[in-house]
């Protein structure tokens, strides 16, 4: 009995498609129907920031306070007499 799969993926190059998840087969010779999806709307900015966010938190990533900004500030613009 032959099954049906339905998943979705991009393509990676004119040839190999990457799968979002895994099949639950063998390796075997298989048939591709390939269907363009319609592409996703630019998220909203608030979600982009959080995403950013959560992502710099996770790597332990802890942003720049204002003296440490202004010493920066004062020591670059220190060295454009030079």
């Known amino acids: 009995m032959q099954r049906a799969y339905v998943v979705t993926g991009r393509l990676t190059n004119s040839q190999t498609v ?3 998840e ?3 087969i ?3 010779r298989v048939r591709v129907v390939v269907e363009t999806l319609p592409r996703e709307g630019n998220p909203a900015l608030p979600d982009v920031l959080k995403r950013i966010r959560d992502r710099q938190q996770a790597r ?3 942003p720049s306070n204002k003296s440490e900004i202004d010493a920066f500030l004062q020591t670059e613009r220190g060295s454009w007499n030079e």
């Open 22 to 24: 895994a099949l639950p």
């Open 60 to 62: 332990g990533h802890h």
């Open 26 to 28: 063998a390796q075997e």
């Open 18 to 20: 990457a799968l979002d």
